[in-house]
């Protein structure tokens, strides 16, 4: 068996190369993303992976089905830059990550929000100017008396719910789809009830047309406790400009994100000039009440691992006819 590893960084080699002996598999490591100029690099293989950062267009998964590949195992949870109905088309099974390591991206959301909650950006960024004052307007709150919404109850959800009310916070869920497990952590409810009654506010749901935009100028003056909020999902849930006018206005006390709408142009690269940066991250990263972390929340020892052993393993699986739970285009 030959498989294809697409946008692979290199600290994912010694990782690929451990699953490829132990299963007794070839594989092709390349740096460069799967699209139209490098997809001809996939014929004469047997199964294919990808980052899934960039999106694939139709035109890919054509060629894929032309060099009798059946499958593309996505290295992540999302998969939102997948055309999903045009590999069904031509015969593409998709299948995601949906579970390699949930408690690094909560803890990373967890670690945003007591970053900000004990304004440590404000004393951060005034004792480099020689301030080491404290008042009122920095006076902190401790993280059991506070409420904390979160929208979305998946692995990631949920794992953040668990961290949350170990903590003694009170926590509120939305999400659409009822789990049981989470009883335990969570008290259910609806959308307008996250906005208005949550001292935290914390995303962690997909990028769907349902949900894209989630935070906007509406909900967020439905928001009654100015409250913080931390996206380590999808840049796309949130409109960036709304936010900013929320925080100058004190609207949203502060921010951490891990993600934001326009993030494929600079993060993951370096040597980034300063004029090349969107005028909205350079405002944002100005606010000493916001956290930017380059979509990293997903990067621990273990998250890198798994990730990559569950979506070759499904690949595997799939070229051998056996199917796999983690096909998002059934």
């Known amino acids: 068996m030959k498989v294809i590893c697409y946008a692979v960084a290199p600290l994912e080699d010694s990782y690929i190369k451990n699953w490829a002996k132990k ?11 799967l699209n139209e100029k490098t997809v001809h690099l996939a014929e004469g293989f047997d199964g294919i992976s990808s980052e899934g950062i960039e999106p694939v267009t139709e035109e890919v998964y054509d060629q894929l089905a032309k060099f009798g590949l059946k499958q593309l195992a996505v290295r992540q949870v999302g998969f939102d830059n997948q055309d999903l109905e045009a590999a069904k088309k031509y015969g593409i099974k998709i299948t995601n990550v949906a579970s390699y390591s949930p408690r690094a991206i909560a803890e990373m959301g967890v670690t945003h929000a007591m970053y900000l909650l004990r304004q440590v950006g404000i004393y951060y960024n005034r004792m480099n100017h020689g301030n080491f ?5 920095t006076l902190s709150r401790e993280i059991f008396n506070c409420t904390i919404g979160l929208i979305g109850g998946g692995h990631i959800g949920g794992a953040t719910a668990q ?42 749901t997909p990028l769907l047309p349902s ?17 913080i909020l931390i996206n380590m999902a999808r840049g796309g849930l949130v409109d960036t400009s709304a936010l900013i006018d ?15 709408a326009n993030e494929a142009e600079f993060f993951g690269k370096e040597h980034v000039k300063e004029s090349d940066l969107p005028d909205d991250y350079k405002e944002l990263v100005n606010m000493d009440n916001v956290l ?14 798994n990730s990559i052993e569950i979506a070759l393993n499904d690949m ?3 070229i051998n006819g056996k199917g796999s739970k983690n096909i998002v285009n059934l």
């Open 23 to 33: 299963n007794d598999v070839e594989v092709k490591i390349l740096r460069e993303d």
């Open 133 to 137: 004052n404290f008042e009122e307007r």
């Open 163 to 204: 961290i949350y009310s170990s903590l003694g916070a009170k926590v509120l869920l939305f999400d659409p789809y009822y789990d049981a497990a989470l009883e335990p952590f969570v008290e259910y409810t609806d959308l307008d009830t996250i906005f208005k009654k949550s001292d935290i506010i914390s995303l962690h």
């Open 211 to 227: 949900t894209t935009n989630i935070i906007n100028s509406e909900s967020i003056s439905k928001m009654e406790k100015q409250p």
């Open 246 to 260: 929320a925080l100058k206005s004190g609207k949203i006390s502060g921010a951490g994100l891990d993600t934001l």
């Open 292 to 305: 930017i972390t380059p979509h990293v929340a997903f990067f621990t020892k273990l998250a890198v691992k």
């Open 316 to 318: 595997k699986s799939i």
